[in-house]
């Protein structure tokens, strides 16, 4: 009799425990329904030649047509849809690049055959795809247990557990309140029964209220906004790639000989830059069109500035000494001349005395205007070189010291950078490098020389800037990349398609699927200023994101 009950209890218990479902979760399942279920109804395609997306919206297909091995978006094809078992029909171009066909009446749900012929001048294709539009989903019934088994700790909620639970309180309850001699075994069991179909009203009603409910359907927003996936790819519709221009490039190996950074600075060539100084200094006159301004071009020979000589007392005190004497010295001369040449016309004396005496006279003149000029005329200063005024130091009245420099001049096109060298390299493996400027743009160096002295613990070496670009200025910071070494197989890559994921490696982003990309980490070496060499981590023919992987990288 006891065993009977027992099956009934169990049986009874179970069909109320198979109605709660417990002990199964539908959580993961729910999200990859949610995720799935946020984003319009797609369907993709693609060849060697094209990457097709076509998106179910406002009644219409939009067809996003782009090269598979660039990504570059294809806006001068002529596209037909067919879908199902209609006529194809020709797309429409849009301002925006993409392609529009209206979708037919009776696609309102359900899986569709789309097919897409491509005609353009990169090729012709034909693409075969399927679309699925989804019907409205279905109310979900919910089973809802109460407040006080909810309050239970988990292992007790199990329903094996509470089966045994029940089944010895209701043998407990039958003996405490009836004896064997008055009330016959039948009683035990129905009181038994009692209890159990009590407990199992209070586990899974509700206060007294139904046991289920229909709980309402989730609200589900559509969107295509970017965004990184459960398993850390990342979601970027077409829109969002034409809209932040990302490009791919498939992966090819190659021999790449590898490269070091160096720290540098930009210097002038010493050949095609100079610097104005004063010889023996004094006090600067400008000219009449004034002193020179930085930016002004100059051309060797421009008198840039004058300086009067600055005399110290001593040497003044001299030279009108010097002056005085002189000017005795001329006053006999010329009292003596005055007095020759009369007795010269009569013969008295000879004319070659009058000739001598006229000599010595001119001479002290001369000595006399040597002494004034060297009192009274200006230096002149004067451009060593062509090029461009890059610093003026000099201002009216100013007094300078010898070998002060005044103004420096430049020739825009006769830049060199100069760059340290430290052990781990021989400067005399370094050939062709690249500099990389503070905004990123790539500079052409041509090798020049090293120093074999050592400064600060490092070598010196020189490179030539072959073709100057805009905006660089001597003393520059830049970081020059030479090539040192023997060359190593690797995939060439523009530095802008490696980022540094969340944990700080090296990666690079693979497209993947037409709207999926995924981070892959990797290892690089320097190549040139605006290259680096993916030595592992990436496979052949993978098309790796070259432009805006920065942005992808950004997407949470």
């Known amino acids: 009799m006891v065993a009977a009950l027992f099956c009934v209890a169990t049986a009874l218990l179970s069909s109320f425990s ?31 030649l094209y990457e097709v997306v076509a998106v179910a919206r406002d009644k219409r297909l939009t067809i996003y047509l ?8 294809v806006t001068d094809a002529r596209l037909k849809i067919a879908i199902g078992d209609g006529e194809p029909v020709e797309a429409e171009r849009t301002e925006s690049g993409s392609y529009v066909v209206p979708l037919p009446d009776r696609a309102s749900s359900g899986s569709v055959d ?58 407990l309850f039958g003996r405490l309140h009836f004896t064997r001699r008055v009330i016959p075994a039948v009683a035990t069991g129905a009181a ?10 209070v586990v899974f009603g509700e206060d007294g209220s139904a046991p289920s409910k229909t709980a309402p359907a989730p609200q589900t927003v559509m969107s295509d906004a970017p965004r990184r996936l459960a398993d850390g790819t990342a979601f970027v519709s077409k829109p969002s790639q034409r809209l932040l221009e990302v490009r791919t490039s498939p992966a090819t190996t190659e021999e790449a000989g590898p490269a070091v950074n160096l720290i540098g600075r930009v210097i002038g060539d010493p050949n095609r830059n100079s610097v104005v100084q004063s010889i023996h200094g004094g006090r600067v006159i400008p000219l009449e069109s004034g002193l020179p301004r930085i930016g002004q071009q100059v051309r060797k020979g421009d008198i840039l500035a004058k300086i009067d000589p600055y005399l110290p007392l001593a040497d003044r005190t001299t030279i009108l000494e010097k002056t005085g004497e002189i000017e005795q010295l001329i006053a006999v001369a010329d009292a003596r001349v005055r007095r020759l040449r009369p007795l010269a016309e009569r013969g008295a004396v000879p004319s070659s005395q009058v000739s001598d005496a006229e000599t010595e006279l001119e001479g002290l003149r001369l000595r006399r205007e040597v002494i004034r000029n060297t009192r009274t005329e200006p230096e002149l200063l004067r451009a ?105 197989k690797g995939l060439v890559v523009p530095r802008e398609a490696v980022v540094r994921s969340s944990n700080g490696e090296a990666a690079v982003w693979l497209h993947v699927e037409p709207e999926r990309f995924e981070s892959r980490p990797v290892r690089t070496q320097s190549f040139d200023a605006s290259r680096l060499i993916v030595a592992g981590g990436v496979a052949e023919n993978e098309r790796i994101v070259i432009r805006a992987a920065d942005l992808i990288n950004q997407i949470r």
Do not use: M
């Open 384 to 488: 060593p070189t062509d090029g461009v005024i890059a610093s003026a130091k000099a201002t009216p009245g100013q007094v300078v010291q010898a070998q002060d420099i005044l103004f420096q001049i430049v020739d825009p096109k006769g830049y060199w950078v100069e760059a340290l060298v430290y052990g781990q390299v021989d400067p005399q493996t370094l050939n062709e490098a690249t500099a990389i400027a503070t905004g990123g743009q790539s500079i052409a160096l041509a090798f020049r020389g090293f120093s074999p002295s050592l400064q600060q613990h490092a070598s010196i070496v020189q490179f030539a800037v072959t073709d100057t670009p805009a905006g660089l200025s001597i003393g520059q910071p830049v970081t020059v990349v030479a090539k040192s070494g023997a060359p190593v």
């Open 114 to 171: 789309v097919v897409f012929t491509i005609e353009a001048n990169s090729g012709d294709d034909l693409l075969v795809s399927s679309l699925t539009l989804s019907p409205p989903s279905a109310p979900v019934l919910a089973v809802t247990p109460s407040r006080w088994i909810a309050s239970l700790p988990v292992p007790v909620r199990n329903p094996v557990v509470l089966t045994f639970v029940a089944f010895g309180l209701g043998v």
């Open 18 to 48: 198979a109605l709660a479902h417990e002990g199964h979760s539908h959580d993961d399942d729910t999200a990859k329904a949610a995720l799935a279920a946020s984003t319009y109804p797609r369907t993709t395609a693609q060849s060697d």
């Open 66 to 73: 782009d090269r598979f091995a660039t990504n570059e978006p």
């Open 192 to 201: 038994t029964v009692v209890v159990l179909v009590t407990l199992v009203a």
